[in-house]
């Protein structure tokens, strides 16, 4: 992800993640967690099935000293998803950015774990969805309730649970 992405997801979320529960899907390098925790979020959770990367994630909540309020999971996120284990309090900013090529080689995974993400959603959560041109945002589910964006090759796609629409 571009750093012109990151800052513009940021700033639509804006200060709304504020002691709200951070979760990276897809986590790689965890730049989106680590972020929010930067902007207040309470705590975050990285997902990242690749072990070593898990390790890196890991090594940099060590060296910002933000391991405490962390936990970084290695775990496939579409498995995960199925079970969601967060408490349902504080409200969730999900981050959801994994290869854009799974918005269509796992087109109805991805839908799948999205629908899941927005029905386990606490009030006041927020799911952030990137992809790239190639992603039909209409796909999404409910697609009128989501602010969609562009940011070539980039499309960012925000919903906000209905308590803060």
Not at 58 to 85: G, M, S
Not at 99 to 122: K, S, T
Request: proline letters at 7%; hydrophobic letters at 45%.
């Amino acid at each position: 992800m571009k750093h012109r992405v990151r800052e513009a997801i940021f700033n639509l979320v804006g200060p709304a993640i504020v002691g709200q529960q951070a979760i990276d899907l897809f986590a790689g390098t965890g730049a989106l967690g680590l972020e929010a925790l930067s902007r207040g979020a309470a705590r975050a959770t990285f997902l990242e099935r690749h072990f070593p990367t898990a390790d890196v994630i890991r090594e940099n909540l060590a060296t910002l000293d933000v391991a405490e309020q962390a936990e970084v999971v290695p775990a496939n996120a579409f498995l995960w998803t199925r079970t969601i284990p967060l408490e349902k309090s504080p409200a969730w900013v999900v981050f959801c950015s994994p290869p854009y090529d799974f918005y269509l080689e796992r087109a109805d995974e991805m839908r799948q774990l999205i629908e899941r993400i927005m029905a386990a959603a606490p009030p006041e959560s927020t799911l952030v969805v990137e992809a790239d041109g190639r992603f039909d945002s209409s796909s999404l589910p409910s697609a009128s309730t989501w602010d969609v964006r562009q940011y070539p090759p980039a499309v960012v796609a925000v919903w906000r649970s209905e308590s803060q629409a």
